[in-house]
């Protein structure tokens, strides 16, 4: 995502206006689940997917005529080969908003791209009108708002107090609108930058994630060999303690010797990370795992270890490893998404010049 809004904040800031589109609702087999989202540039290029073929052809065509009108819209389209013209036999059903976003809305989105940057979590709003569409994001760590219009103060105040949990009741209430929290999705820590994580890190990337390389050698931690990621040289591993790792954070572990595995496992223990992983294999695993808990750490937590790491697919090449370790790591964010977004919409909104704006995830 932190591409789309990258180009996004780009396109805006220089007053072009571009279309968002994604899917607010989907039901039965479709290209994509609910919260893939597109950009559409004012000369029709795009940026991500919603799933390509027709479906994808036709938002675009109408995202343009919502670039040209500054109207957001919503559309159904049934891909059950009753509508010819699209060429849909998937047989689900999926809704689509498509959003004009322009230079008004630029500290908004330029907010939300920062607090992805920053990995803090935030709360964003869609306000919808007769005439315009208004854009709310609160930092929930600074109680800090930044809006596209400075109307509604009282509004704002409001919605940062419900961010926090300081009222119960939805200050929208009556008001056709969105609002979702948006938590960052953490950081991936290769420790070790060997062959396995110089592959497995070009997947990641791939896949989403935000990559941080350590090691104890500069040459395999080096901005020359991982140019995408942040690198860092920790002399025998002996510095990792000031490395602050958040609750939804990855660790992965694949020095160049078990002494440092152990090492790296025994930090990595005491850290609040939503996924621990070592490569190893199963005798390796044993060993560490023996002087890990002669330094008294329960089999309760090494439980929650994965090692030997990623999923079973078979493969034995880097590119292999890594694309198992990537699959496993995308289902543990995949369901950290499932649980900790929270989503609050008012529905029944006329097509005319409002639109309504369904599970709008494409932030997170």
Not at 187 to 197: I, N, Q
Request: glycine residues 8%; proline residues 4%; negative net charge.
């Amino acid at each position: 995502m932190d591409t789309i809004l990258e180009q996004l904040c780009n396109q805006i800031s220089q007053g072009r206006t571009c279309a968002l589109i994604s899917i607010s609702k989907s039901q039965g087999s479709s290209p994509r689940d609910t919260g893939a989202v597109m950009m559409v540039k004012s000369n029709g290029t795009t940026v991500g997917t919603i799933g390509g073929g027709g479906l994808e052809a036709h938002a675009i065509s109408v995202a343009r005529d919502v670039i040209s009108t500054r109207q957001a819209r919503t559309i159904t389209i049934r891909m059950d080969g009753t509508q010819p013209d699209l060429d849909l036999i998937c047989g689900g059903t999926v809704e689509l908003l498509i959003m004009p976003l322009d230079r008004r809305e630029y500290d908004v989105m330029q907010m939300l791209l920062n607090a992805l940057h920053e990995r803090k979590d935030v709360m964003y709003c869609a306000i919808f009108y007769k005439q315009r569409v208004d854009h709310v994001c609160i930092d929930c760590s600074q109680q800090h708002a930044c809006a596209s219009t400075t109307d509604e103060r009282d509004l704002i105040r409001h919605l940062i107090d419900y961010s926090l949990g300081h009222e119960d009741e939805q200050p929208l209430q009556g008001a056709n609108y969105h609002m979702e929290r948006l938590p960052h999705d953490g950081m991936l820590y290769f420790l070790g930058g060997g062959h396995v994580a110089y592959a497995t890190e070009q997947v990641a990337r791939v896949a989403g994630f935000t990559c941080t390389v350590l090691d104890d050698r500069p040459e395999y931690a080096s901005k020359e060999r991982f140019p995408f990621s942040s690198c860092s040289c920790v002399p025998e591993y002996d510095d990792l303690n000031s490395i602050v790792i958040a609750p939804n954070d990855y660790i992965v572990i694949m020095t160049r010797g078990h002494l440092y595995d152990f090492k790296c496992l025994t930090w990595a223990l005491a850290t609040p990370a939503l996924y621990i992983g070592m490569m190893s294999s199963r005798r390796k695993r044993k060993i560490v795992y023996e002087k890990i808990q002669a330094l008294g750490y329960s089999g309760i937590r090494l439980e929650h270890v994965h090692t030997p790491i990623g999923l079973p697919l078979g493969g034995k090449s880097p590119g292999e490893i890594g694309v198992s370790i990537i699959a496993q790591l995308i289902t543990h964010r995949a369901q950290r998404r499932m649980h900790t977004s929270t989503l609050h919409d008012r529905v029944g909104i006329e097509q005319t010049n409002q639109a309504n704006l369904g599970t709008l995830s494409c932030f997170s």
